[in-house]
């Protein structure tokens, strides 16, 4: 069973210039999660799908962040426009439906020039 | 909030060392939690959980014990090995059935195991 993709693995752009993030969660599973990692500091949730919809979006930090993920498969994650403080790593993680346990892509690894 | 606090690293041992990795947590409920691993290059894997007070969490050769008394999680193996070196992320659940079970991390530890 191929575990959580993401693409691309390192992206480097210029600050203001816009990048998609993709993830492709294991297949079967409803909920899928993006994190982030900056700087070398905690990961922090960004939000949450179950299936298409939204379940919790309160780790979103601004609107230059919009996630979406049509037919409740894969997730995409645009930043628009890029600011310097984005740049860290954006982690994926996928689980069955009412279960605890997530399983983590390898991240994408942004950096904001 | 909910948060989690893990002693700073790098954690360097020499092959065959005692390993405690700290990790202690703030909750307003009962939550789950989590060791994760992240080895060079990889992504985040689950290495360890426990759900409940006085549970024991182990695999791989690494334990950790929810302490409720003490909120904490701390992470130990007996004899660690070069191919321990990774990252170790303490974490914690607060979900409920039908809700969202985001992980609130702690800020890793970096382990640098020697030959």
């Known amino acids: 069973e191929a575990g959580v993709t993401q693409f691309p693995s390192h992206s480097v752009i210029e600050k203001g210039q816009t990048v998609t993030l993709r993830c492709d969660p294991i297949s079967g599973h409803d909920n899928l999660y993006w994190y982030r990692r900056v700087m070398g500091k905690e990961i922090k949730f960004l939000l949450h799908?179950?299936?298409?919809?939204?379940?919790?979006e309160s780790g979103m930090p601004n609107n230059r962040f919009l996630a979406e993920r049509t037919g409740g498969t894969y997730s995409t994650l645009k930043v628009q426009p890029a600011e310097l403080e984005d740049s860290g790593v954006y982690f994926c993680a996928s689980s069955q439906v009412r279960q605890e346990t997530q399983y983590f892509g390898p991240g994408t690894r942004l950096l904001v020039l | 909030g909910d948060s989690v606090t893990q002693m700073e690293g790098p954690v360097t041992l020499s092959e065959e060392a005692f390993l405690t990795i700290n990790c202690t947590y703030t909750?307003?409920?009962?939550?789950?939690l989590f060791w994760y691993v992240q080895y060079p290059g990889e992504g985040l894997q689950l290495l360890l959980k426990?759900?409940?007070?006085?549970d024991k969490g182990s695999n791989k050769g690494f334990e950790a014990t929810y302490r409720k008394e003490t909120t904490s999680f701390h992470l130990e193996k007996g004899s660690v090995q070069v191919s321990d070196s990774a990252v170790y992320f303490c974490a914690l659940s607060e979900g409920r059935m039908d809700s969202s079970y985001k992980l609130i991390f702690g800020s890793g530890t970096r382990l640098l195991v020697r030959p």
């Open positions: 426990a759900t409940k007070a006085d």
């Open positions: 909750a307003t409920g009962y939550p789950s």
């Open positions: 799908f179950v299936k298409e919809s939204k379940q919790d």
